[in-house]
């Protein structure tokens, strides 16, 4: 699918404010999602420890990756229904970096669902910037009951 903006997901995500760090996503399909997160700098980064943004952190984009792209997946069946999930999961978390330098360039977050039933999802996701990447791993998401 083509690029889609906040509007069109913002209200079916748990994130809000500063905490929705997700800004576009510029691709997705039935099984992945290309979003961007371009907006927040260190200085009014929810998740930055003065100036700087630890690695660990990128784990929460790739995270929303996966909440964007189940928000629009259930859009796309017209499933107006907001489900509400929860990280139950994190493996293989590897990062390429400490800390992360928000003002050098956007961030690039890709998630691939790799199983997903009504109960919840798995995916892999990567966080990249200029093309280097700086965390991969995989979150696994328990869907809550209405």
């Known amino acids: 699918m083509s690029v889609t903006v906040q509007a069109d997901w913002m209200e079916r995500i748990p994130h809000t404010g500063a905490m929705r760090l997700l800004d576009i996503v510029h691709d997705w399909n039935a099984t992945s999602i290309h979003a961007k997160g371009e907006r927040l700098q260190s200085h009014e980064h929810p998740l930055c420890d003065g100036m700087s943004l630890h690695a660990v952190h990128l784990a929460e984009y790739g995270a929303q990756a996966v909440a964007v792209h189940g928000a629009l997946l259930a859009a796309s069946r017209g499933d107006t229904r907001v489900r509400q999930g929860r990280l139950v999961s994190l493996r293989d978390v590897h990062l390429t970096a400490e800390y992360v330098d928000l003002s ?23 966080v990249e910037q200029r093309a280097q990447v700086l965390a991969t791993g995989r979150v696994a998401v328990m869907h809550m009951e209405a």
């Open 104 to 126: 050098a360039a956007p961030l690039d977050i890709h998630a691939e669902c790799l199983i997903a039933d009504e109960r919840g999802a798995q995916y892999t996701f990567r």
